[in-house]
């Protein structure tokens, strides 16, 4: 079945750099266009990023546009998504997910805080 597992989350300071990561089962990753959503305290869920299949082509949320870098590896079925310049407002859970699909996995925290 599809599985979708998020890491690389956790506390870091205002200003910090993250790098989380997504591996990808269960379906033919290099066929798909993946995401990255996220889902601050008492609020819905928010989209980041989205890459196409081959890796092309991105697009941003202007929220985090220049500060986050979406990228995969296909031969790895992995997912990244490199955060620079954080701030408190991007403390939420991430997902990572196929175009229109919810999440289904239990996402990694990240937690902006001085």
């Known amino acids: 079945q599809v599985q979708l597992v998020e890491s690389g989350g956790g506390l870091v300071q205002p200003g910090g750099s993250l790098r989380l990561s997504c591996a990808a089962s269960?379906?033919?990753?290099?066929?798909?266009?993946m995401r990255w959503v996220r889902q601050a305290p008492g609020k819905g869920l928010e989209w980041v990023s989205t890459?196409?299949?081959?890796?092309?082509?991105?697009f941003y949320a202007d929220s985090v546009k220049g500060r986050f870098t979406i990228s995969r590896d296909n031969p790895k079925n992995t997912l990244y998504l490199q955060m620079n310049s954080l701030k408190p407002d991007d403390t939420a859970v991430y997902y990572c997910t196929k175009p229109g699909e919810d999440p289904g996995g239990q996402g990694t925290q990240v937690t902006v805080s001085s």
């Open positions: 890459i196409t299949s081959s890796g092309r082509t991105t």
């Open positions: 269960g379906f033919t990753f290099s066929s798909y266009a």
